[in-house]
C-alpha cells in the first residue's frame, strides 16, 4: 500500500488527467488550455506543471507498462511467428490492458480527437523496431511490421471509438488477416 502523500499526488494527477480529457472531449485539443485544465482540476497552474510537462502530456495514457515489457512480451511470442503477427499479437494484449486501465472518459475523447497519437508512442516505438529485428532477421522488416502494426493500430482506434465497438477483437481479426509477405510484395 502506498503512503497517504502519494496516494494524493497519483488522486491530483488523475483529476489533472480527467479535467483534460473531459475539456478536450468537449471542445478539441486545439480549443484545450493549461490554464483551462488547472481552472478544471481546481489547482494551480504550477501545480499542473508539477505532474505534466504540457497538455498533450496530459491527454497521454500512462503507460501500464515498464520500460522494455513490450520487448520482452513480444520476444515471448511463439518462435516462427513472423514479425508483423506478433506485433500485431502485443499490440492486441496491449488493448485489452489499455481498457481495463484507463479512464472512462477516453472513449469519448478518441471519438472527439480521432487523430490525436499519444507523443509518448515514439519511445514505445523505438522499443518495438529493436525487440522486432531479432524475430524479423533484420531492422528493415522490423521497422515495417512495427510501422504496419501501429498503423493498423491507430485506424481501428479511431474507427473503433467513432462506432463505440470494442477494439481489441478488431485487432485481433485485422493482424488475422495479414503477414509480412502481404505488405511486402
Do not use: N
Given at each position: 500500500m502506498t503512503d497517504r502523500r502519494s496516494?494524493?499526488?497519483?488522486?491530483?494527477?488523475?483529476?489533472?488527467?480527467?479535467?483534460?480529457?473531459?475539456?478536450?472531449?468537449?471542445?478539441?485539443?486545439?480549443?484545450?488550455?493549461?490554464?483551462?485544465?488547472?481552472?478544471?482540476?481546481?489547482?494551480?497552474?504550477?501545480?499542473?506543471?508539477?505532474?505534466?510537462?504540457?497538455?498533450?502530456?496530459?491527454?497521454?495514457?500512462?503507460?501500464?507498462?515498464?520500460?522494455?515489457?513490450?520487448?520482452?512480451?513480444?520476444a515471448a511470442r511463439p518462435p516462427g511467428e513472423n514479425a508483423l503477427a506478433a506485433v500485431g499479437a502485443v499490440l492486441a494484449?496491449?488493448?485489452v490492458r489499455i481498457d481495463a486501465e484507463v479512464s472512462g472518459l477516453w472513449p469519448e475523447f478518441f471519438a472527439r480527437n480521432p487523430d490525436f497519437v499519444p507523443h509518448r508512442v515514439a519511445d514505445r516505438t523505438d522499443e518495438l523496431v529493436e525487440a522486432a529485428t531479432a524475430r524479423a532477421g533484420n531492422r528493415d522488416r522490423a521497422e515495417l511490421a512495427v510501422a504496419v502494426a501501429l498503423g493498423v493500430f491507430w485506424t481501428l482506434r479511431r474507427q473503433?471509438?467513432?462506432?463505440?465497438?470494442?477494439?481489441?477483437?478488431?485487432?485481433?481479426?485485422a493482424f488475422a488477416a495479414l503477414t509480412l509477405s502481404d505488405v511486402e510484395e
Open positions: 496516494r494524493k499526488k497519483l488522486a491530483t494527477r488523475r483529476a489533472i488527467q480527467d479535467a483534460a480529457l473531459r475539456l478536450a472531449a468537449a471542445h478539441g485539443v486545439a480549443a484545450v488550455t493549461v490554464e483551462a485544465i488547472s481552472t478544471a482540476a481546481d489547482i494551480a497552474r504550477s501545480t499542473f506543471f508539477t505532474h505534466f510537462a504540457s497538455k498533450e502530456d496530459a491527454l497521454t495514457p500512462d503507460s501500464p507498462w515498464r520500460p522494455g515489457e513490450l520487448a520482452e512480451l513480444l494484449d496491449a488493448a473503433c471509438a467513432r462506432d463505440a465497438e470494442p477494439l481489441e477483437p478488431r485487432l485481433r481479426g
